[in-house]
């Protein structure tokens, strides 16, 4: 019954022929005396579950009110700071142009070039007499004033929650606040299925799963991240002298949202169920105009607000980017992943804290990647630009040595400024000359932690095009803002203009891809992970698949997501489905590591790996996903001490991915606390089985740092070792898939344009390197992130770092 109840099977809305699903307000709930808590069959699970996860992300209730306060003064102080600059500072004054001095004290023969900031100060009486002759400022504080008490009532609401939250946590989960920091989400989401067990929250189902919760927290960005895979939203443009662009910000996905999820005319009728009209296929036309009419209005209102909006947007970005650029030039040089890549990259059912986790240990290999590529013409142009900005430099600063006063010249600051900005900036494009130029090795090592490429990338890493292409997944910071600040004036009409057009595709989508699941609700039917309805037979789901062109996912998304999921959640007992296509996957394995090296053998080579990579931390997850990676260049180098009589097989990335990953199926788990068998075992397996390490495979391999590791908490260190083993799935799927599509085509693909990049199979398997396991953590620049960014600190080494030196060989 509990496993009946773990998985509900379900069909395709237009099978229904009620005109709604029964939703859950329609419920009536009797409760016992004695259970009246407030989270006692809760209604919207969807906003609890969400809140839930939140407050663990956010660090509890202190840390989450402070935000929310902190924001309310930023933006008062955004507000009646700009309006003090704008009105009551006199420039001529403070610029020495005329020679006032307000503060009423009489000026000394020595003291006439002085000028204090309580003379360019202008008084209050003047100052509010200014801004009372300017309609215009009277009507852009009103409007501030308006949206301020809007924000504070949201905050208050907010901080109410919190606190409902924060005795959730206390009373029912028996977690205190000071010890929710040493709690994985993981564990807090063990502990809300063990309490729905005695204490229902949900009403329509007794038992609750991991993927149940998941659902809930992402619902909608589940049906986002099919959109994109499908290439439903329109965020391609195409520039005149630029070609095609990739355009998605915070404006214009809060748009797609407001208009498609939320807002008063949106598709919803709730947070959990579409509205029944959307389900029948009857109405499609009428609904799709309905659909053009709301889209044309909020792309007018977005018309409307662009003034006021770009006025924020560039006080914002001022404020917030000014003292960091001035501070670190070479800031803006940085990269940081695209809001597009966030989408492109993301599995169905993972959170927030897991995309951020891998995408950050793919940062470190991309951003190497991307600073290899240095135009010829721009690096002899950058030299002879840093010899004479820094010879004009080095005689100022001698000068400012020899006597101070040489600071008293005017604008002497400003160009020693300038001039030190203009050093910086050269510099990264002067590659360096003792580096070697290894894009196919980095490339594969940024697809064993992002886990999607387009298959045309395969061997034509060291060109421009490809280049170009990630880039649009992992954009400079520069860009980035660049595209924040033109999102205002672009947003409306890429609404008007590009997705109206859309407006039935849409339609047709959500009532093809929306499913009814007992007690989570309407849920887009990609995020069940149904290999039968949504498999792709190139991604080793032939003969389990039923699904056509049109319902397959691309990029091999509905695998690499089962993969990922079953792999986060040990625990949750996959559909039939599900189970077999892990079992064959399994069997596929063991197969191909019948030819591949033996595990002994790769983690052997490890240290060596490491050190040829310029992995640094050398720890035992590391250590696994090097000795895969380095393996090829290994092998085609035939460094001393390699057996050339063993027999390596032609593709040696997929036997040594299958050899380490077979290895891992058979271990023994060392520790307790897992209920059943690993993921690669198949579905009838259910004794205790093998973790993500033993201490037969990994344990020799472990170096002096991963001692520290061991003290962690286990927690932690199941972790790493879940990502690592889900990058060698990564590696292995992919190449398993490029062999199964060049079987098929007899040939090798062609290159195709980047607007396939959402259609393509996905990427293949390159020779390699790899990085440390553990995401780069650093302060980032502010502004718009939507999720925290990688930091300075390791943005700086990738800045500073060697870069290989392609005078000969890069893209000009």
Known sequence: MADFETYQEYQRIEDYDEDSPQGEEDLLIHVSEGRRDPWHHIKNLDNFFTRIYHFHQKNGFTCMVLSEVFELVQFLFVVTFTTFLFNCVEYDVLFANRAVNHTGQ????????????????????????????????????????????????????????????????????????????NFSWQEVQGRLIHLQREQPMCVQKRELSELDIYHRILRFKNYTVAMINKSLLPVRLRVPFFGDMIFLTQGLKYNFELILFWGPLSLFQNKWSLHPKYKRAANRQELAKQLSRVILLTGMVNLLLCPFVVVWQVLYAFFSYAEVIKREPGSLGAHRWS??????????????????????????????????????????????????????????????????????????????????????????????????????????????????????WKGNGNKSETRDEMAQLFQYKAVFILEEL?????????????????????????????????????????????????????????????????????????????????????????????????????????????????????????????????????TGPDNLLASVLAHPVLTASRLPGWNHHHFIPQNSAVSAAASVLASLSSSQQPHAGRSRSHTLLSSREHQDGPMYYSEHTVGDSMSASDSRMLSQSKSALVSEFASAEMSLHAIYMHEVHQQKTQHTSGLLQSPVPMRDLSTNSGPQILSSQTVSLVPPTSGHLGGWAEEEEEEDGVEEEINTSPVPDQTSRGSS
């Open 106 to 181: 009489s000026l000394g023969p020595l003291d006439r070039n002085k000028v204090t900031l309580p003379d360019a100060i202008l008084p209050s009486e003047q100052c509010i007499e200014r801004i009372e002759g300017n309609s215009w400022i009277i009507f852009l504080l009103i409007m501030a004033a308006i949206f301020w008490v809007y924000r504070l009532v949201k905050v208050i609401c907010n901080v109410l929650s919190y606190w409902e939250i924060r005795q959730f946590y206390i009373k029912a989960l028996k977690i205190q606040m000071d010890e929710l920091c």
């Open 339 to 456: 809001l597009y890549g966030r989408l492109y990259l993301r599995h169905f059912n993972e959170l927030d804290h897991e995309l951020q986790g891998r995408l950050g240990r793919g940062y470190k290999p991309a951003a190497k990647y991307m600073n290899a590529f240095v135009s010829p013409l721009l690096a002899v142009l950058a030299k002879n630009v840093a010899f004479f900005s820094g010879s004009v430099l080095a005689v100022l600063i001698l000068l400012t040595v020899y006597d101070e006063d040489v600071l008293t010249v005017q604008h002497i600051l400003t160009a020693i400024t300038v001039l030190g900005v203009v050093i910086t900036i050269t510099r990264s494009f002067i590659p360096d000359e003792h580096m070697v130029w290894y894009p196919e090795q980095l490339l594969q090592c940024v697809l064993a932690h992002i886990h999607y490429m387009p298959d045309h």
């Open 486 to 618: 033109l999102s205002p004036i672009i947003t409306p009409f890429i609404l008007i203009f590009s997705l109206r057009s859309k407006s039935l595709e849409i339609i047709d989508f959500f009532r093809n891809f929306t499913v009814d699941v007992a007690g989570v609700g309407d849920i887009c039917s990609f995020a069940q992970m149904d290999i039968r309805r949504h498999g792709n037979p190139q991604w080793m789901s032939e003969g389990q698949t039923e699904a056509s062109v049109y319902q397959q996912a691309e990029n091999g998304k509905t695998e690499l997501s089962l993969m990922h999921f079953t792999i986060k959640n040990p625990h949750w007992q996959p559909p039939q489905e599900s189970s077999v296509f892990i079992s064959h996957l399994k069997e596929k394995v063991q197969q191909d590591a019948q030819t591949g090296p033996s595990p002994q053998l790769l983690l052997s080579e490890a240290p060596l790996c490491t050190s040829l990579l310029s992995n640094e931390s050398g």
